[in-house]
């Protein structure tokens, strides 16, 4: 079965930093991948997606994420972060359904 | 977002009652999804559906039923609400499987069983 393994359950950052959240899947095949945020109070909203070609994917609000098969890793990152990024954020692959990671809470210090 | 919506926003019920949370899209998508969201565990899979009718379990099916009687509407019941239960509840669309076809989710059912 797959699975979808998010590494940092909370993250604390000041703005203007650098992010890289980190997303392991367990699955052989073709994979799609997608990253979803959740802001507070709020439903979730795809960021991104990767499902063939460029491996770099690049998203909305300056998001981008690296799909990289051989570590089975499809990793967030954001070169400088806002105060208004602060949400929680999801990892997932898709088969024939969606399976989310459980999830990273990322709060940015103003 | 526009095209989904669920109801209730917000329920209280009593334990042992039972209670049903509608999902209504207006987007005609096949594909429609019942997954409740609790800290530490993300969002799980309760059950899906991928026509009229057609319906399956997810990870987290016990203690739930679904319903599919039409291509717009997709109903999630607790047969006998118990605490555990208490979550908030996110429907999603989708307009195709096994491609790269991502979700629409509604905005959430937030569910307290007393």
């Known amino acids: 079965a797959q699975s979808v393994s998010q590494h940092n359950h909370h993250v604390i950052l000041s703005e203007a930093a650098s992010l890289e959240l980190g997303c392991n899947y367990s699955y052989g095949g073709t994979v799609n991948l997608f990253w979803y945020v959740q802001y507070p109070g709020q439903h979730l909203q795809l960021l991104l997606k990767y499902f063939s070609g460029d491996p770099l994917v690049k998203g909305i609000k300056g998001f981008e994420a690296e799909f990289i098969k051989s570590k089975f890793s499809f990793n967030l990152r954001k070169p400088s972060v806002q105060w208004s990024d602060t949400a929680e954020y999801f990892c997932?692959?898709?088969?024939?359904?969606?399976?989310f990671g459980k999830g990273t809470r990322l709060h940015i210090l103003p | 977002d526009a095209g989904i919506t669920q109801s209730p926003r917000h329920k209280v019920t009593e334990t042992g009652t039972p209670v049903t949370l509608r999902c209504h899209q207006t987007?005609?998508?096949?594909?429609m999804y019942w997954y409740r969201q609790d800290p530490g565990h993300g969002l799980r899979l309760i059950h899906y559906s991928y026509g009229v009718k057609d319906t399956d379990k997810g990870e987290v099916s016990d203690g739930y039923s679904v319903s599919r009687s039409k291509t717009e509407d997709f109903l999630l019941t607790l047969e006998s609400a118990t605490s555990s239960q208490t979550s908030v509840y996110f429907c999603?669309?989708?307009?195709?499987?096994?491609?790269?076809?991502?979700?629409?989710f509604g905005s959430g059912t937030r569910l307290t069983v007393v």
């Open positions: 997932a692959v898709r088969d024939d359904k969606i399976i």
């Open positions: 987007e005609n998508h096949r594909y």
């Open positions: 999603a669309i989708s307009e195709a499987t096994g491609s790269s076809y991502g979700y629409t």
